[in-house]
């Protein structure tokens, strides 16, 4: 390697060698995918759009940029400004990115130079694969969950399995059994699940005349089943792991009989003996040729396909009817370890697709992606089952990735589920991943209660601790929901403009349009200390504005959803019905928000001064928001559905003590509209019932659960 080269190696994980010095730690994790990304193709100028939508798929072009220009600096500074006497590796311009092929050297360029180089190097086959294969030193960028890694890593994988295949089958057909085997083991290491694996080990040492070798390695196959899979080895495994030790003991003493003759031949019969010797060994090695292939040719051809199919596919070509279709076709066909390998493939996939769901949301394609989701629901649920139980890092990465998509389709419940199995397997550890996870689970938390707040500021620690400011903002926000909720304004206005500042900065258009959105449900003006800050109003109107551009029909409806509630506060009450109609009408898909849409409607209505239609659409958002377990929906809309006249007094003044009482206990903000409905309809239910049946109905009805009032609220006619 020339001393100006910096030797860059991804396999394994990723450090840089220049000179004397060793780079293993960067600014950010999005740095070092960068310079992966450049040093896995360093022939070729990358173009800062492409590079911008592989590592920022989430953020508008203007930002990726700022992000790139960052990434790019902090690379420069550590591993240019360390050689200022040499030419610079890495080149950018206004329009590409490229490292000085010339001043670089890769692990994974050489991996691969060593393989190309073995069908050339004829009777030296054998030393130039050994040569590749230790240079494996592990998956690609291991610890990496970039979307764009997942394809390369399993076609380096795949070249790798092939290649100890075919040098087990090489040193096999030339009679090197124990030779052979090591790399044999590397292979069912690379897969210990794989039956075929074991018995191609199992068959390599019954040709050796190992019998307690054949044994031992049928125990592991046995061991490792029953501990990590609780499954046994097929009936076909069985049968051949006995007839292979009854193979090695055949063996056994030939091999012995064989050396002991060749020691005692006297004279001339010691040459015929010699003779015979060297006809028997030729013989012995053709057999051996054809063992060789016998135990190897079925398992290397199908890591050929493997690896042929890995160069063609990648996760985010795969659509979601050919994820259910690998499920159908695979889960149930082959031996136990195939329907397993079935399984972890269909999961890591589903992890894919989950990333590029993530990646949409709140931008153009987010109903395309939710209509997938609600498709595949089951698939998701398979997917996350076996998340759960192997891998549960990546299991918190897809939970967090789906927490929307749970949350808009009505599955609150279900995804809190799944995001608290995850976190529970991942207690103590520290990633991004887990940081998503506890971020979404505060979300979906049936109360934003203190587990809730707890979970927001464990995840902000986290993305401190890596320097994420968008996974920073990304918690801040929730935690601003969460303040709004419990009524305290000043600490949610802090919240929110903690995080829409770092969304500004990175130039993020969805984090700024769905901060503003949140902020302008606000029910109160920015206090003294936030004078820049703007009204609810005009947070409102910014928020249309984004989401206009972006083109998200959820958040159009959402943020005229928030004006017209702002609209109806002021009791302009011709503006808030456009405005609600207009909501109503940007969304016709409704994204699934069928609790709001209904309560929508029912605005509409108390605006035409139709209060039975009124009644019919709160009792039909309460009806979902129960079915779906939104307790916060619950109550909210029992809130205003208990203020409405009914043709039972008695009933309606218990419903209406349940939902004050109940509204209160949880915490959650009361506006000066509803406290006005309030005093109200208190002193008309008192009119109609006098004091003390009022007041034996309020304390009758102060004793009501939430879900007691809602199915009470239903059946009312």
């Given amino acids: 390697m020339p001393f100006e080269a910096c030797r860059i190696e991804m396999l394994g994980g990723l450090r840089v060698i220049c000179g004397d010095r060793v780079i293993d730690r960067f600014r950010t994790r999005k740095a070092a995918s960068l310079l992966a990304r450049l040093a896995l193709f360093p022939d070729r100028a990358h173009p800062r759009e492409e590079l911008i939508s592989l590592l920022w798929p989430e953020m508008d072009v203007e930002a990726g940029r700022v992000n790139l220009r960052q990434a790019l600096s902090a690379l420069r500074h550590l591993i240019d400004d360390g ?28 991996f ?16 130039a694969r050994e040569r590749a294969l230790e240079l494996y030193r592990g998956e690609l960028m291991n610890g990496f969950y970039d979307e764009w890694i997942f394809p390369e890593r399993r076609r380096l994988e795949s070249l790798y399995v092939t290649a100890l295949h075919e040098q087990q089958a090489e040193l096999a057909g030339r009679g090197d059994m124990q030779r052979a085997i090591p790399y044999a083991l590397k292979a069912v290491q690379m897969d210990p699940y794989d039956e075929e694996g074991h018995l191609a080990v199992m068959r390599l040492h019954a040709a050796a005349g190992d019998p307690t070798a054949v044994r031992r390695q049928f125990d592991q196959l046995v061991s490792i089943l029953k501990e990590e899979l609780d499954a046994d080895p097929s009936d076909e495994t069985r049968a051949s792991g006995a007839r292979l030790v009854e193979e090695a003991k055949a063996n056994e003493p030939a091999l012995s009989a064989s050396a002991l003759s060749s020691r005692s031949a006297p ?9 015979s010797a060297w006809r028997r060994a030729a013989a012995g090695l053709a057999a051996c040729a054809c063992m060789a292939a016998f135990i190897t040719f079925p398992i290397l051809r199908a890591h050929r396909s493997r690896a042929s199919q890995s160069q063609t596919e990648s996760p985010e070509e795969r659509s979601f009817d050919e994820i259910r279709a690998l499920r159908s076709r695979q889960f149930e066909a082959g031996t136990p370890l195939q329907q397993e390998s079935a399984r972890r493939r269909h999961a890591q996939l589903c992890v894919g697709l989950a990333e590029r769901g993530w990646n949409s949301w709140y931008g153009h394609d987010e109903e395309k992606w ?40 009505g599955f609150p419940r279900e995804g809190y589920r799944w995001l608290n199995e995850a976190l529970t397997r991942t207690t103590g550890m520290r990633s991004a991943a887990r940081a998503r996870a506890l971020v979404g689970a505060s979300w979906l938390s049936p109360d934003h209660g203190r587990q809730a707040d707890a979970q927001c500021r ?83 109107s910014r928020s249309l504005a984004l989401f206009r551009k972006l083109g998200n029909p959820w958040g159009i409806s959402m943020s005229l959803h928030s004006l017209a509630v702002q609209a109806n506060s002021r009791q302009d009450y011709k503006l808030a019905l456009a405005l609600t109609r207009e909501a109503l009408a940007a969304n016709p898909e409704g994204n699934g928000l069928t609790v709001r849409e209904n309560a929508d409607k029912a605005y509409l209505a108390a605006y035409r001064g139709d209060v039975a239609a009124e009644r019919d659409y709160f009792k039909r958002a309460l009806q979902i928001a129960r079915d779906q377990d939104d307790r916060q929906a619950m109550d909210f809309y029992l809130a205003s559905f208990a203020t409405l006249p009914a043709r039972d007094v008695v009933t309606a003044a218990r419903l209406f003590a349940g939902a004050v009482a109940i509204h209160r206990s949880l915490g959650l903000a009361i506006d000066s509209a509803y406290q006005s409905r309030v005093k109200d309809h208190e002193k008309e239910l008192r009119r109609k019932l006098g004091d003390k049946r009022y007041d034996a109905a309020y304390r009758e009805g102060s004793k009501l659960t939430l879900e007691r009032a809602v199915d009470e609220a239903i059946a009312m006619n």
């Fill in 370 to 409: 939710l209509q997938r989701f609600t498709a595949s629901q089951e698939e998701l649920r398979v997917a996350l089952r076996w998340l759960i139980e192997h891998d549960p890092e990546r299991a918190c990465l897809m939970c967090g990735a789906l927490a929307r998509f749970w949350y808009v389709r």
């Fill in 458 to 540: 464990e995840a902000i620690s986290i993305f401190e601790e890596r320097g994420d400011k968008w996974g920073i903002a990304h918690a801040l926000r929730h935690q601003g929901l969460f303040a709004n909720e419990k009524a305290d304004r000043v600490k949610s206005w802090n919240l929110y403009a903690r995080a829409l500042l770092v969304f500004e900065e990175l130039k993020d258009e969805r984090g700024q349009a769905v901060t503003l959105l949140s902020m302008s449900f606000i029910p109160t003006a920015p206090p003294p200390q936030f004078a820049g800050a703007s009204s609810p109003s005009k947070c409102g």
């Fill in 83 to 110: 050689r200022p006497q040499i030419g610079p590796v890495i080149i950018a311009n206004n329009s590409v990115v490229r490292l000085e092929a010339g001043f670089v050297v890769t692990d994974v360029a050489e």
């Fill in 267 to 275: 004279g001339s019969a010691r040459l015929f003996d010699s003779v």
């Fill in 112 to 127: 691969e130079d060593a393989l190309r180089s073995v069908a050339t190097n004829g009777c030296n086959s054998v030393s």
